[in-house]
């Protein structure tokens, strides 16, 4: 079975700066990954996810994470965060049989 | 297109009494999911279904845990009776295909049930 293990479990960043959120699995098929975000009093929304194809994968608001097959890594990334994007990240990783596995969750806190 | 509908959100109960929770999936999405959340971890899959048939119970307690979803659309969520370990956000989520590679994975949840168990 797969999983995932989320480096960080807390990132403090300023607002403005660059930051990544690190993200490792584990499988022994093909796998399709997925960051998830976690707004306060929320539920999960799909940030982005890589299928197949580029390897480079972007988000409508700036995000973008890309899958290294030789590393096992879908780290997330952006260039410039802002104070609205301090929220919960999860790192996922489903196979064929659709059983998704999530990371233990990057909390991004982000400072004026 | 509405979401994921969850209730209650939010439930206090003392320990070894029931309780139960509803999701109402997104129209149309053929695979509903139940996940526990506990504070500080990631989503933990307890059961999917496909339809109204289950694919994946395997991390599902069934000695106190027990879902349904009769007609295909609803579910419901029971614990019966619960423990303290249980207290976690329950967490609904929704596809419209079962199989990975066919809009694979991209689940739709909703804002889950917030259980506390005393």
């Known amino acids: 079975a797969q999983s995932v293990t989320q480096l960080d479990s807390q990132v403090p960043v300023f607002e403005e700066a660059p930051v990544e959120l690190r993200c490792n699995y584990s499988?022994?098929?093909?796998?399709?990954l997925f960051w998830y975000v976690q707004y306060p009093n929320q539920g999960l929304q799909l940030l982005l996810k890589?299928?197949?194809?580029?390897?480079l994968v972007e988000s409508i608001n700036g995000f973008e994470a890309e899958f290294n097959k030789s590393q096992t890594s879908f780290h997330l990334r952006k260039p410039s965060v802002h104070i609205s994007d301090t929220a919960e990240y999860f790192c996922a990783v489903t196979s064929n049989n659709n059983d998704m596995r999530f990371g233990a969750g990057t909390r991004l806190t982000v400072k004026p | 297109e509405a979401g994921v509908a969850q209730s209650p959100r939010y439930k206090i109960i003392e320990k070894r009494q029931s309780v139960a929770f509803w999701c109402n999936p997104i129209?149309?999405?053929?695979?509903l999911y139940w996940y526990q959340q506990i504070l500080g971890q990631g989503p933990k899959l307890l059961i999917q279904f496909q339809n109204n048939g289950v694919v994946d119970d395997s991390q599902l307690p069934k000695d106190r845990f027990s879902a349904e979803r009769l007609k295909g659309v609803d579910s419901t969520l029971k614990i019966q009776p619960a423990k303290l370990e249980d207290s976690a956000v329950y967490l609904c989520?929704?596809?419209?295909?079962?199989?990975?590679?066919?809009?694979?994975?991209?689940?739709?949840f909703g804002p889950g049930t917030r259980l506390t168990v005393l």
């Open positions: 499988s022994s098929v093909s796998v399709y």
């Open positions: 890589y299928l197949s194809g580029s390897t």
């Open positions: 129209s149309g999405h053929a695979t």
């Open positions: 989520a929704s596809s419209r295909w079962g199989l990975a590679g066919r809009g694979a994975g991209e689940q739709f």
